[in-house]
């Protein structure tokens, strides 16, 4: 059996007209389309019932079959609960049928919106085909309405379209109001182009995923009173106290040298002059987490290795690019012996830290080692 099923999702029909829905059968339908286009000439779902008794009439002149049709109506507002309500309708005509034959349905919609009823629909009847009856002064017109209605809708869609959209519009009335208080016009065009290039790369790039990681990361930190994210802005500020530090090294050497250097006494002024600070900020941001991980009773004696270990390092560094240096004012210009006597106490501090640690650690364990 094909149950032809026109379907109205706002229920125009019930509340234009005042009939009781589902509506079944070819004279109900057509009593019902001609008292809904008495009632609002204009409402699309008119065509949508008359298309019914149209396809009706094809195929009980075509097909050998029982050929039914109906009207269900869904409700005004919320779409969850007009579907849900298309959805009894449908049981409600399914229940009255007489008939021993498995049922198909065709669908007769009047645009995209009223088609998002499918899988209701077709959790409850196998669905033949679908037809959706538009007037022709107004082809795809409400198809397009609701397209875009479910596009802004969308919070990223929306973020992406209107937002670069809101950035270009807003650059006349800028200029406009930079002209008042004589700031160049093109100064306002340049940042707004700025801001709208650095908008489409960040969404380009989809780094707003990352941005929010690192946003929930520092609030956690925050809220669970760690002590790295005071040490880690600590670090920050002595490595940019370090870069400065490294450039006024070759600033001097430069100076002292009265010409360009080489590239490697380039790099070994910045190392020279930047490794202390470096060194204290590598310090600085193991000793946070050391604190941290004691505290969350996850300390191992070996941690204590990382702060030694950037000493070391540190001192190595800055021996070797010491010895580097020519002899210049301001900068110090470390000699073979220097360079041998920090060679040796880099590596025994390391070797050392590592082997008071690894006994430590044997002697008095601080938990036990997973398996």
């Not at 002590?227 to 090294?249: F, P, W």
Request: glycine share 8%; proline share 4%.
């Amino acid at each position: 059996m094909l149950l032809v099923l026109c379907v109205d999702l706002d229920d125009d029909l019930g509340r234009k007209t005042g009939l009781e829905t589902p509506v079944v059968g070819r004279e109900a339908v057509e009593d019902g389309a001609v008292a809904l286009a008495t009632a609002d000439p204009e409402d699309s779902d008119v065509n949508v019932m008359f298309q019914g008794l149209h396809v009706l009439d094809d195929l009980r002149a075509d097909e050998d079959e029982q050929v039914e049709v109906a009207a269900v109506t869904g409700l005004q507002g919320s779409e969850v609960r007009a579907t849900r309500a298309v959805g009894d309708e449908v049981d409600t005509v399914l229940a009255g049928l007489s008939t021993g034959e498995s049922v198909r349905a065709i669908v007769i919609t009047d645009g995209a919106q009223d088609e998002s009823v499918l899988p209701v629909i077709r959790s409850r009847v196998p669905i033949d085909s679908v037809r959706r009856v538009v007037v022709r002064q107004a082809q795809d017109l409400e198809s397009m309405y609701y397209t875009m209605k479910q596009v802004l809708a969308d919070p990223e869609t929306r973020g992406t379209l209107l937002v670069p959209l809101g950035i270009l519009l807003l650059i006349y009335p800028f200029v406009t109001i930079a002209t008042f208080f004589d700031v160049p016009g093109a100064a306002v065009i340049g940042l707004l182009s700025a801001l709208l290039g650095l908008y489409t790369l960040f969404r380009g790039l989809g780094l707003e995923s990352t941005v929010d990681d690192v946003a929930d990361r520092a609030r956690n930190l925050l809220y669970a009173g760690r002590v790295t994210i005071i040490t880690y802005v600590v670090a920050a500020a002595l490595l940019v106290v370090g870069g400065a530090e490294g450039i006024e090294t070759l600033r001097a050497v430069r100076a002292g040298l009265g010409g360009s250097p080489s590239a490697v006494t380039v790099l070994a002024a910045l190392v020279n002059g930047a490794i202390r600070w470096f060194a204290a900020a590598g310090i600085t941001s193991s000793l946070g987490q050391v604190t941290d991980e004691y505290l969350a009773d996850r300390f191992k004696w070996r941690y204590l290795n990382a702060p030694f270990y950037v000493a070391a390092i540190a001192v190595v560094l800055y021996a070797v690019t010491g010895f580097l240096l020519p002899p210049v004012p301001g900068v110090t210009s470390l000699s073979l012996t220097d360079l041998a006597v920090a060679l040796t106490v880099g590596t025994l501090l390391g070797v050392l830290s590592t082997l008071t640690f690894a006994i430590a650690e044997s002697r008095h364990p601080t938990s036990v080692e997973p398996t």
